[in-house]
């Protein structure tokens, strides 16, 4: 079988690869729990239809401390009641963006100043800056979150990181 897309042989796609592994950087580097984060992507690679992507952020999840109960009911997030508010607001936030392909027209306001409320994590307060949040990389298929500033979400959702 012949690959269908070679990501290093075209100086097209390895260029735009570099900007979504940059990207991702940002957000691992953000102050978003680990296991927030493999939620969201996973709920965006569901989205998209990646099974490479939903298969590589199952595992990852799961390696953050996820449990299966709640890695199954992600696609339902809506109606678990497992989640917190801060990763209900988090899947909400990457949900609608990532459907902005799908004419969608993308996070409302709303979402944004949801995602951008002060939350307590495990004790402690964290603010959200003042910017509304950009894109996170879940594939390759498509942005998964309608970009309006270059804020990433996990700065905006759960304050600044040292790499914005």
Known sequence: MNARLNLFGNPVTGKALKHIVAAGKVIADSTLP???RELVLLRASQINGCAYCVDMHTKDAAHAGETSVRLHLVAAWREATLFTDAERAALEL????????????GAG???WANAATPLTIAGEVVRAGSARPGPVPTGLGRAPVGARTGESVATARFGSSSAS
């Open 34 to 36: 680990d296991s927030t």
């Open 94 to 105: 990457a949900e609608e963006g990532t459907r902005i392909a799908d004419a969608a027209g």
């Open 109 to 111: 306001d709303e979402v």
